[in-house]
Structures are given as C-alpha cells and as structure tokens.
C-alpha cells in the first residue's frame, strides 16, 4: 500500500511564494511518475505537473508555467513543487498523486495529465493566496 503525506501548504500574500512537498512510502517511489493536481472550491481538479521517474522530464499546465516549479528527490522519497509569485487564483487544495504506468523515456505527457493516469493519491493540502 503506498501513502502519500503532502505538507507545506498554508496561507501566503498574492506575490509569495510556497514549497509543497509530497513524501511517498515504499520503495518503489523511484518508479513512478509523480503529479500534482489542485482543486479550487466549487471548480473540478486539474493537472497542475509531473515529473518522471528520474527527474529529467517535466510537464505543466500551461497557467503555472515558469512560476512552478517540480522537482523530486528519490533518495528522500518525496515531490516538491515550488511555487512563486502565487495568485489569489492559486487558491485551492493541492494534491501529490503516483502513477504506476510506465511512461517512455520522450513519450507523450497526455496519459498524465488526467487523474485516470494515477493510482495513488495524497490527502490534499490547502493552499490560500490573499489579495
């Protein structure tokens, strides 16, 4: 059974910035692809990054790009994302998520992108940006 415990969310000025971090149990965490996802109050969850197994390939949706950033360290078994000059429209509860499925070293992102592309998933943390 993998467990995945998000940390680091809380509540930070419009302009600030957040890491989020995702510790995954077992020790199969340096197999999976691993993504972040959030869901916004009354809104439906969107992809947000994914990282692939090693670390050399990395997606993002296309409103958090450059201010995002995901990162992972399979020695620690854990995902981060880092997030910067955060908006009130970041606000939302973030997710870790694992997936099993072998992705191809230059192969499509779209499986990933989607919750259906992952097996596991974090409790949630909140994220809250003021204006």
């Known amino acids: 059974q993998v467990q995945l415990v998000e940390s680091g969310g809380g509540l930070v000025q419009a302009g600030g910035s957040l890491r989020l971090s995702c510790a995954a149990s077992?020790?199969?965490?340096?197999?999976?692809?691993m993504g972040w996802f959030r869901q916004a109050p009354g809104k439906e969850r969107e992809f947000v990054a994914a990282?692939?197994?090693?670390?050399?390939?990395?997606i993002y949706v296309d409103s958090v790009k450059v201010r995002f950033t995901i990162a992972r360290d399979n020695a620690k078994n854990t995902v981060y994302l880092q997030m910067n000059s955060l908006q009130p429209e970041d606000t939302a509860v973030y997710y870790c998520?694992?997936?099993?499925?072998?992705?191809?070293?230059?192969?499509?992102?779209?499986?990933?992108?989607?919750?259906?592309?992952?097996?596991?998933w974090g409790q949630g943390t909140q994220v809250t940006v003021s204006s």
């Open positions: 998520a694992a997936s099993q499925r072998n992705r191809r070293q230059g192969g499509s992102w779209s499986p990933w992108k989607n919750e259906e592309g992952y097996d596991y």
């Open positions: 990282i692939s197994w090693n670390g050399g390939s990395t």
């Open positions: 077992g020790r199969s965490f340096s197999s999976y692809v």
